[in-house]
């Protein structure tokens, strides 16, 4: 299904709008969000205390009911139906953008399936903050979210990212940033590069960045870095096969024409390991 929504008014009837709202600073609020939200005829909050707060700093009154992670589905029941008598609904979170880390993607296809009209408000989302002051040089970027609570679970999840040639970016929460920064230092390459993005647009924003090894003993130089909102981002793993089988193949069989050092070099090309890798490899094959 396509929609589309160049210059429309906003407050359209039957038209739930997604509106991304301050992570921290409310000055952040786009002009837009603002004209939504003094448009339409309810608020759809995930905490109906933090909207009406925010609603009151803008000078706004407008009914606010509950739509959270725990009564997405019946709130998402409400919304359809409140569109279908002609209303329109903005769908806000506590902070940043719904259906990012946030509740609102049920409710958003709730919308869908109905056949009625979804209009993104864009703005504030942690994820692009830190993402915008990360300075990696990594094309590509995997977010994946929060990570698994329990031990087990973020070491198996981690481990089976920490070989993608991508910048890896997580959400995570004070009470457990400690053993994550942890668990990053004993699965994660020493050297590679960690960016830690701390209460972004807040008062005590704090933007560090070191490497993997070193995060863990940062955050415990002050014992105020483990409070706030964490957005965690760690550089790509260097380009490398999985499988050090097919290296040995392809050097072997370059080893019978050409000398290691040679040897190491278009392998490293073929295979996409490094080429010192590679060569000590080749003279590990040579010995033998």
Request: proline share 5%; glycine share 8%.
């Amino acid at each position: 299904m396509t929609q589309a929504h160049a210059g429309q008014k906003a407050g359209q009837r039957g038209s739930l709008y997604v509106v991304a709202t301050p992570i921290g600073n409310l000055k952040d609020i786009t002009l837009r969000a603002i004209d939504v939200l003094a448009a339409v005829d309810r608020v759809a909050a995930e905490d109906t205390r933090i909207t009406a707060g925010l609603m009151a700093h803008l000078g706004l009154a407008k009914p606010i009911f509950s739509v959270h992670e725990h009564n997405e589905q019946a709130g998402a029941r409400k919304i359809v139906e409140a569109l279908k008598q002609g209303e329109s609904v903005a769908l806000v979170t506590d902070a940043g953008t719904p259906g990012v880390s946030d509740p609102g993607a049920r409710v958003v296809a709730a919308v869908r399936a109905a056949g009625l009209r979804v209009v993104p408000v864009p703005g504030p989302s942690a994820l692009t903050a830190a993402w915008s002051v990360a300075g990696l040089s990594d094309p590509h970027l995997l977010w994946y979210g929060f990570l698994p609570a329990k031990t087990a679970a973020r070491r198996s999840l981690l481990t089976s990212l920490k070989g993608l040639p991508y910048a890896l970016a997580f959400y995570e929460s004070p009470h457990r940033i400690a053993a994550t920064l942890a668990d990053f230092a004993t699965l994660f390459e020493p050297e590679r590069t960690l960016v830690v993005a701390r209460e972004l647009t807040k008062l005590f924003e704090e933007i560090h960045v070191c490497s993997v090894a070193e995060g863990l003993a940062w955050l415990k130089q002050d014992p105020q870095r483990s409070r706030g909102e964490f957005v965690l981002i760690v550089s790509g793993a260097a380009a490398q096969v999985a499988d050090e089988g097919e290296a040995r193949r392809v050097l072997g069989i370059l080893l019978q024409e050409l000398p290691a050092s040679q040897a190491a070099r278009l392998a490293a090309q073929i295979t996409g390991m490094t080429r010192k890798a590679l060569y000590a490899l080749a003279l590990e094959l040579q010995v033998r």
